[in-house]
C-alpha cells in the first residue's frame, strides 16, 4: 500500500510484560516519527529518525522505551515492562524529507491502541 | 514552555461555516500545521502556514498571524463527515511538532 502502516492495530498487555510495535513508512520517506496520543489529546512526541540516525529521544519517557530503525525503513517501538500509564495510542508518522526541509508534512500511520492491564 | 492553545469542543449546523481558533507559545517557530482525526484514525494533514496570511484550499482555509502567535482553521460549507477533532501543530526551532489537544467538532443537521 502506498501509506504508512502499523501493526498490531491492538494490543493488550498484562503489567510487567514487554511490548513491540511496528512502522512501516512510505517508502522512500527520510524522517519517521512516534508519538503517544491519550484519549481526547493531541499527539505527544517521542522520537524521529533520519533514516537510520535517531536524532532525537527527548520525548520517550522513560528507559524502558526503546526504538529503532536498523535500516532506514522499517521501525520498531519497544516498551519494556509495561505499566498501566504506558495505555495509549502510539501513531508512527513519515515525512519525506528531513528535519528543516520545505514540505514537512507528516503522514500518519492508524495507530496501536496499546491497553496495560 | 511551550504552549498551544484551541477550544475544546465546537458545535456548528450543517451547510454553515466554523471558525476554530488556535494560539500558540513555542521556542521557535518553523511553521504550523492543521491536522483532521476522525474517532480512531490516524490525523490527516489539512494545511501548512508559515507566513503571515490566509491559505485557501477548497471549502478550508487557514490563517496565521505570527505576531500574535495566533491562527485559525476556517470550514465552509459543513458536511456532515467534517466531524472529527481538529488538531492545531507548531514547529519548534528543532523542527518538532508541539501539538495542542485537539477541538472536537461536532456537526448538527
Known amino acids: 500500500g502506498a501509506g504508512v502502516s502499523q501493526s498490531p492495530r491492538y494490543k493488550v498487555a498484562k503489567r510487567g510484560q514487554d511490548v513491540a510495535l511496528r512502522c512501516d513508512p512510505i517508502?522512500?520517506?527520510?524522517?519517521l516519527f512516534w508519538y503517544q496520543q491519550a484519549l481526547g489529546q493531541g499527539p505527544e512526541f517521542l522520537t524521529y529518525f533520519q533514516n537510520e540516525a535517531q536524532l532525537d529521544k527527548s520525548g520517550l519517557p522513560s528507559d524502558r522505551f526503546f526504538a529503532e530503525r536498523p535500516e532506514g525503513s522499517v521501525s520498531t517501538l519497544k516498551i519494556q515492562r509495561t505499566q498501566q500509564e504506558d495505555s495509549a495510542v502510539y501513531l508512527c508518522?513519515?515525512?519525506?524529507?528531513?528535519?528543516?526541509?520545505?514540505?514537512?508534512?507528516?503522514?500518519f500511520g492508524p495507530g496501536t491502541r496499546l491497553t496495560v492491564t | 514552555g511551550q504552549n498551544i492553545d484551541q477550544p475544546t469542543e465546537m458545535t456548528a449546523t450543517e451547510g454553515a461555516i466554523v471558525q476554530i481558533n488556535c494560539t500558540y507559545q513555542?521556542?521557535?517557530?518553523?511553521?504550523l500545521f492543521w491536522y483532521q482525526q476522525h474517532a480512531g484514525e490516524a490525523p490527516t494533514f489539512l494545511s501548512y502556514?508559515?507566513l503571515d496570511g490566509l491559505e485557501e484550499k477548497g471549502r478550508f482555509s487557514s490563517f496565521l498571524s505570527r505576531s500574535k502567535g495566533y491562527s485559525y482553521l476556517l470550514l465552509k460549507e459543513l458536511q456532515m463527515k467534517d466531524s472529527a477533532s481538529y488538531l492545531c501543530a507548531v514547529m519548534d526551532s528543532n523542527y518538532q511538532l508541539i501539538w495542542g489537544a485537539g477541538t472536537k467538532l461536532i456537526i448538527k443537521p
Open positions: 502556514n508559515v
Open positions: 513555542t521556542s521557535g517557530f518553523n511553521g
Open positions: 517508502s522512500g520517506h527520510v524522517s
Open positions: 508518522a513519515s515525512s519525506l524529507g528531513a528535519a528543516g526541509q520545505v514540505s514537512y508534512e507528516q503522514y
